[in-house]
């Protein structure tokens, strides 16, 4: 695990989150109980191996050295113990001499967070949760065990990672009988890597740092590491050693007893990682690791590797990048070319990438010459290198290392057994002992290390050439005796003579291994690669591969079987049904007779990386993405469910979406919508997908779940089919969103397009989204707490706990750097663009502005007043003065609604009559007075009546009267 100043430095690639943080319990009772771990009894992995005549035959068998320190180690990184126990015997073939493992102990269990099983969770393996052997990432206690035997019988030691520095920073998830704060040095983190009291004393990387003052804990990783070599490990790596004091260091008046105690445990060869910084006393570590160690130890000359990486990434095998040990001698150090703290902390940066090719010729400088142990990190399963679709050089996505086409356990890449490398491993143990010079052969593409003792039956010499053509060495001047040396490659040869090279070539982009004491043997193995990141729904395509292997043949589970060479392609599962298991099974007979078998299997249709064994599901990997994207899908069917996606071209004959059509915002901040599709032919699954007319008032997800932002109204649309048929619904979003808790403001670094926050909760594990989180909303205008330009975003409720944020481009830098916990905040912070760290803000609380006056407008209201016939509608409208009124929320009510009702400011005349109508916003009034008159109805006809009227005409003596009545028609005529 990485631990340098660097650490607080922008990762130029957007890699893995550290997704685990402290969590602090208010109130925690410390326990004073001190743990009681079994103490082993003491096991001499010196006398048990190279003094065991057993362990001895195999090693003399495959050519390995006798001390660690002067073989070549393999890092078998995430590799379980039931991968190495089915790679043991090549390894041994390939001139290991040792394999590491990675920390064994109990760890922090995160299978379930993120997008991939190595993106997010390759680092849990070093956060250990307890001091007891056995995790989820390598295997159990027995299993170790046995792999650590089968180890010795093919003459191969075992040094396993430790990490003694620390455990997990989730305390609640340290094992009950470690809870106890006494345990830990104080909660603060480092500051200052280049001050020795700060970098030892406080914690790193939100770590739980071990009080290692302290006699309880240092008895009990004692007794944790005295079992580790109980069940059979030779030798030990120590992780983040140099934030361990060393003995004669005191701080806060104790002295620490730790290392003295711990490193007397019973292994052979031990080191430490230790990166340099000022003020490291890298030569006292170095020493210490030595003295302590029965046959040599040391630390990581991370220096010399930076060299040599600088000079690969470069593409420059000059000679005084391979020589440059300056903090730490030779024999004390452990070289590599990458580690996987290089690799997965994205310290090869496009287009500076390292290829295979060049990761094999650093190699070759690093192993052939006198040094001390070298460390051969073994990428995950296409990973990085030249696998990338932008040619030699990239990535394979153009972001990152992982590309998920592997997971936590499997074996990695085939380039440690590659036979050039193979080739480097022979040599260095053939040539123990013996001096060695390193230079040029003609110009810096070219790199020559020689090793000699003074007779061509002892000498020889590794040469890397990267040029494009044949290198020619006749005319070069050697150490080399006398006599014609073989390339254990391609079996061409050199002669010298008279301290010069007078015959003899190496091939273009090749390294070759002369000498006349290497080994001829070849690693064989027959094996099959999945390729990964199937296609749901099709058969899958199995490459088969061979290396030096004969009689090599197949058998699948579906009636499949024959024979391969190797690279063929066979297809299986065409005929599986979804959700069953497919698999295929390889033999052959390996260069040195022996039987080899291998047996691969997947789930069809299922997840690439579903594990039917612990219920685990990742979602779907890239290649399942962009297949998905080719086809205009929704890639969210298939990750969240193990049923099958694999619907294309379905017609869609009808889309019908239902749902609220309002949100009060001051109740409710989002609703779900559901969009019901038809098929032709009925019965298909057709991909929906969701659309906002309106981003600012309401956005909407993959599944239809609209979340509102402000009042307004929105139009929500949902699409399907080939044919794309919509549908949609308006939502009206009335009220005001209730004040988030936690809000974040942030500066746009230099040079950046975009921020993006990704906030989780380490208590709950909920975060906001997948990587790289949320794009924050630049500012248009001041607001409370922040001015005009400002990024902002407000984070949603990821339940109790700590929450913690990283912020970064989208597309490689980000804050804090790569595999580094986010920031912790609460409340309204800002961020300063470039310091891992935020600041609480200091907002200007608004206060309320009244209402003054409410207006009513509409067609035909004039004086307050408004007259409607019967069944006659207008539209009214409400003004809230002044403008920026806190509370604008309309209320509208009727006097009398048997009169007019009112809905909305919508007014419907129902009878004659009067009511009045009003408007109420923020405790002020206006009002309408509304009447309501009936329809008009004709005059038909008026008729006369009266006394001594007839046919229309009436007789009267002068003086007489009479009483005449008028008759309208109809009775309800309007006008009487």
């Not at 050089?393 to 936590?408: Q, R, V």
Request: proline fraction near 3%; aromatic fraction near 8%.
């Amino acid at each position: 695990m990485k631990q340098s100043a660097t650490l607080a430095r922008l990762s130029k690639k957007t890699v893995a989150l550290l997704a685990a943080a402290t969590t602090l319990f208010a109130g925690l009772s410390i326990s004073t109980a001190a743990p009681q771990e079994a103490s082993a009894a003491t096991r001499d992995s010196y006398a048990d191996t190279v003094g065991n005549p057993t362990f001895e035959a195999a090693r003399k068998k495959y050519g390995l050295p006798k001390d660690m320190k002067d073989g070549a180690t393999l890092h078998a990184f995430e590799w379980s113990f039931k991968t190495i126990m089915e790679n043991i015997p090549d390894i041994a073939k390939a001139g290991y001499t040792s394999i590491q493992t990675e920390p064994i102990v109990k760890i922090k269990d995160n299978r379930k967070l993120g997008t991939g099983n190595w993106y997010l969770n390759w680092y849990y393996v070093y956060q250990p949760t307890d001091m007891s052997i056995g995790n989820y990432v390598v295997g159990s206690e027995d299993e170790f065990k046995e792999m650590c035997k089968m180890a010795h019988q093919y003459g191969l030691r075992i040094i396993v990672d430790s990490v003694s520095n620390h455990f997990t920073s989730d305390f609640d998830v340290i094992a009950k009988k470690w809870q106890n704060k006494a345990y830990f040095h104080e909660d603060k983190q480092i500051s200052d890597y280049n001050n020795r009291e700060d970098c030892t004393q406080h914690k790193l990387s939100g770590l739980w740092d071990l009080n290692t003052q302290d006699d309880t804990v240092t008895q009990g990783m004692a007794d944790l590491l005295k079992q580790t070599v109980a069940d059979g490990a030779d030798g030990f790596r120590y992780d983040a050693a140099k934030h361990i004091e060393l003995p004669d260091e005191v701080f806060g008046g104790k002295k620490s007893n730790y290392w003295n105690t711990i490193l007397k445990n019973g292994s052979q060869y031990q080191y430490g990682e230790v990166l340099e910084d000022a003020n490291v006393r890298e030569a006292d570590y170095a020493n210490l690791f030595n003295s302590s160690s029965p046959r040599g130890g040391g630390i990581t000359d991370s220096s010399y590797g930076h060299e040599v990486r600088n000079a690969v990434q470069f593409k420059n095998l000059g000679a005084s990048h391979f020589t440059s040990h300056s903090k730490v001698t030779e024999d004390k150090s452990v070289n590599w070319v990458e580690s996987h703290d290089n690799f997965a902390n994205g310290e090869a940066n496009i287009p500076q990438e390292l290829s295979d090719e060049w990761i094999k010729y650093g190699w070759a400088g690093v192993t052939a010459q006198k040094n001390g142990m070298s460390l051969f990190f073994d990428r995950p399963y296409k990973d990085g290198g030249t696998y990338g679709t932008g040619g030699v050089g990239t990535y394979a996505d153009g972001s990152g290392p992982f590309t998920e086409n592997s997971k936590l356990g499997d074996a990695g890449s085939d380039l440690w057994k590659d036979p050039e490398v193979v080739a480097v491993n022979h040599f260095r143990n053939a040539m123990v002992g013996e001096d060695s010079s390193v230079s040029n052969c003609g110009d810096d593409n070219c790199l020559m290390v020689e090793r000699y003792a003074g007779s061509a039956a002892q000498d020889g010499m590794v040469v890397a050439n990267a040029n494009g053509a044949e290198k020619n060495l006749a005319g070069q001047s050697t150490k080399l005796a006398n006599g014609t040396y073989t390339d254990e490659v391609t079996g061409s040869t050199i002669t010298v003579s008279g301290g010069k090279v007078t015959s003899g070539s190496v091939n273009a982009k090749s390294i070759a291994a002369f000498s006349n004491k290497t080994r001829s043997g070849k690693v064989s193995t027959a094996e099959a690669y999945p390729n990964k990141g199937t296609i749901p729904g099709e058969s899958k395509l199995i490459t088969l591969r061979s290396y030096q292997a004969s009689d090599t043949t197949y058998t699948t589970s579906d009636g499949q079987s024959g024979s391969y060479k190797d690279g063929d392609t066979i297809k299986i599962g065409a005929k599986a049904k979804s959700d069953e298991v497919v698999t295929v099974t390889v033999k052959g007979t390996g260069a040195d007779g022996e039987a080899i078998k291998h047996t691969y299997s997947y789930t069809k249709y299922g997840d690439p990386t579903y594990d039917p064994n612990d219920g685990t599901e990742s979602p779907c990997d890239k290649d399942c993405q962009a297949w998905f994207k080719k086809n205009k899908l929704d890639p969210d069917c298939y990750i969240n469910s193990r049923e099958p996606c694999h619907w294309r071209n379905v017609n869609v004959t009808g889309i019908k979406v239902s749902g609220p059509t309002s949100m009060d915002l001051g109740s409710t901040q989002s609703v779900q919508l559901n969009a019901d599709v038809t098929t032709n032919p009925a019965g298909k699954r057709a991909n929906v997908t969701w659309t906002s007319s309106d981003t600012s008032v309401a956005t909407v997800d993959s599944t239809g779940k609209v979340s509102g932002l402000k009042a307004g109204t929105v139009k929500i649309t949902a699409t399907a089919g080939t044919n794309q048929q919509s549908d949609s619904i308006t939502i009206n979003i009335t009220g005001v969103k209730p004040e988030v808790s936690n809000v974040i403001y942030a500066t746009k670094p230099a040079g950046w397009d975009k921020v993006y926050a990704y906030v989780y909760n380490d208590a709950t594990s909920k975060n906001n989204g997948t990587w790289p989180g949320v794009a924050m909303t630049q500012l248009t205008a001041d607001d409370s707490c922040a001015k005009a330009g400002t990024y902002k975003y407000e984070v949603p409720d990821l339940g109790e706990g700590t929450y913690r944020v990283i912020f970064s481009n989208g597309s490689g830098s980000q804050t804090p750097g790569a595999s580094q916990p986010g920031i912790e905040f609460s409340g309204k912070v800002s961020w300063d663009g470039s310091s891992a760290a935020v600041s609480a803000v200091n907002c200007n609380t608004p206060q309320p502005v009244p209402v003054e006056s409410v207006s009513i407008s509409g067609d035909g209201v004039k004086d307050g007043k408004l007259s409607l016939k019967s069944g006659a509608s207008v539209q009214l409208t409400a003004t809230v003065n002044p403008s920026n009124a806190t509370d604008k929320t309309i209320s509208w009510t009727s006097s009398n609604s048997s009169v007019a009702k009112v809905s909305d400011g919508k007014v419907t005349a129902v009878k004659a009559g009067t009511a009045t109508i009003t408007a109420t916003a923020g405790g002020k009034t206006a009002s309408v007075v509304v009447t309501v008159a009936d329809n008009p109805v004709p005059v038909s006809s008026v008729s006369i009546s009266g006394d001594g009227v007839s046919n229309g005409k009436l007789s009267l003596k002068s003086g007489a009267s009479v009483q005449l009545t008028a008759t309208v028609r109809p009775d309800n005529a309007t006008d009487r």
